[in-house]
């Protein structure tokens, strides 16, 4: 597995920070949900990714995002997504991801 996960909770804006690199695949898109969930549930807040080091992005890695953003729709929270490369970027414009996320928004 090539993914790295650096989390940390901002108590002050109430929100997740999350610097993911690596390439987010088949084989760690599971790791990445189970990760951000279990964070996500000792805190249930906003998180914003942090995509400068991700390197590549698959349907799974999509996926694995999307089951996020569902379960905390429940709550009201949402995923900030920044710093994508282009094309990682193109991704979520073919996938209209871009409508779901914020994309590019601190």
């Not at 610097?19 to 000792?42: C, P, T, V």
């Not at 992005?57 to 949402?78: F, H, P, Q, R, V």
């Not at 073919?94 to 928004?105: A, K, M, P, R, W």
Request: proline share 1%; glycine share 6%; no cysteine.
């Amino acid at each position: 597995m090539n993914l790295k996960i650096n989390k940390q909770y901002n108590e002050e804006e109430n929100r997740w920070l999350a610097q993911i690199g690596g390439d987010l695949d088949i084989f760690s898109s599971s790791y990445f949900r189970d990760e951000m969930l279990a964070a996500w549930s000792d805190h249930k807040a906003d998180i914003y990714i942090d995509g400068e080091e991700l390197d590549y992005i698959d349907s799974t890695g999509l996926g694995a995002m999307i089951g996020l953003y569902n379960k905390m729709k429940e709550n009201e929270n949402e995923i900030y997504v920044t710093n994508l490369k282009p094309n990682i970027m193109k991704l979520f414009v073919i996938t209209d991801l871009e409508q779901v996320f914020h994309i590019g928004e601190e």
